[in-house]
């Protein structure tokens, strides 16, 4: 199943409902999770060796986990391509929602 077509969104705030309904799949928000907690830990390692060129991974690794959450087990195309901006940063409030038990992990 692809996503069917959403609406414009006006704020971060409409967006987050839709955000979450295409990751009901817990396997997907799983995957979610492990991609943003590598992409923190590369971010973090970047910044304490002084080595910038391990930022390139960041995209790599939380892409790539979260694709395969939406490819395969979710079997919807991910938001990024439409709303990058606003997906971005639902990833971290889910990421964050997750840690603090307001989504089931």
Do not use: Q
């Not at 009901?24 to 910044?47: E, K, N, Q």
């Not at 990058?84 to 409030?93: A, E, H, M």
Request: net charge positive; aromatic share 18%; hydrophobic share 45%.
């Amino acid at each position: 199943m692809m996503n069917s077509p959403a609406a414009d969104f006006s704020s971060f705030r409409d967006f987050y409902p839709y955000y979450l309904s295409e990751h009901a799949d817990r396997t997907c928000r799983r995957l979610h999770f492990v991609g943003t907690t590598l992409v923190i830990g590369i971010v973090l390692a970047a910044t304490v060796t002084g080595n910038p060129v391990m930022l390139l991974l960041a995209p790599v690794a939380g892409y790539g986990f979260a694709w395969v959450g939406h490819y395969v087990f979710e079997k919807n195309r991910p938001a990024t391509f439409k709303y990058p901006f606003y997906s971005l940063l639902g990833d971290f409030v889910m990421y964050k929602d997750m840690l603090t038990g307001k989504i089931a992990f």
